[in-house]
């Protein structure tokens, strides 16, 4: 959705409600068009969904920093924190947001597969609909409560798109050293809920 400009933010800060959706990292010389103009973003994004008050369609913001940092001040939304597959050596590993300690494990593992397919793909969502930043949307609405094996299952469901997690990080060690991930409990998830091909969340340890 267009954002370019002071007057028209302030149009949607009034007329739409606002949630983050994540920020995402741009990898090998990608870069994305901003909705609120300029030069195309080339090292992260951020995105949001607007639903708009009366008449509850959804729209979507992609911007850089800047601008995203005036709609989380404006609409009083955290900052998101750049999901980083990658392994930095000044970070110890890279960054994937707050403390994990802090999260429900096998919601983590969910969240980190999701952004994994979303940073692999370069997934956007224009139109404010598409069921995997639908899925992203119901994680992160509270990382402390237990994960629901229904989401699970969709993003089990939507991997057989693409490709199992364990190509999407070794297409992804192509460019850079990846983390550390693990899946185990999406694993265990899936079995304990009747599913018996479990192999796109299983990794392969070299």
Do not use: W
């Not at 933010?9 to 007329?15: D, K, W």
């Amino acid at each position: 959705m267009n954002c370019h400009g002071s007057k028209r933010r302030e149009f949607i800060y009034a007329n739409y409600e606002i949630k983050v959706v994540g920020c995402i990292k741009l990898y090998d010389g990608a870069s994305i068009e901003s909705d609120a103009g300029g030069p195309k973003i080339t090292d992260r994004y951020y995105q949001f969904t607007c639903k708009h008050s009366s008449t509850g369609k959804l729209e979507t913001i992609i911007v850089g920093h800047v601008v995203a940092r005036e709609i989380c001040e404006e609409c009083g939304l955290a900052m998101p924190k750049e999901f980083n597959p990658f392994y930095e050596e000044a970070r110890g590993g890279g960054g994937g947001g707050a403390a994990a300690t802090r999260y429900d494990p096998m919601r983590r593992q969910l969240y980190n597969a999701i952004m994994l397919i979303i940073t692999r793909y370069r997934l956007s969502d224009k139109s404010g609909t598409s069921p995997i930043f639908e899925i992203l949307n119901e994680v992160t609405s509270d990382m402390t409560m237990p994960i629901e094996p229904r989401y699970v299952k969709a993003i089990n469901t939507i991997l057989k798109k693409f490709k199992p997690m364990g190509e999407i990080i070794q297409d992804l060690n192509a460019v850079n050293r990846v983390r550390n991930f693990n899946f185990n409990l999406l694993v265990d998830c899936l079995r304990e809920n009747g599913e018996t091909d479990v192999s796109n969340f299983e990794l392969i340890r070299r």
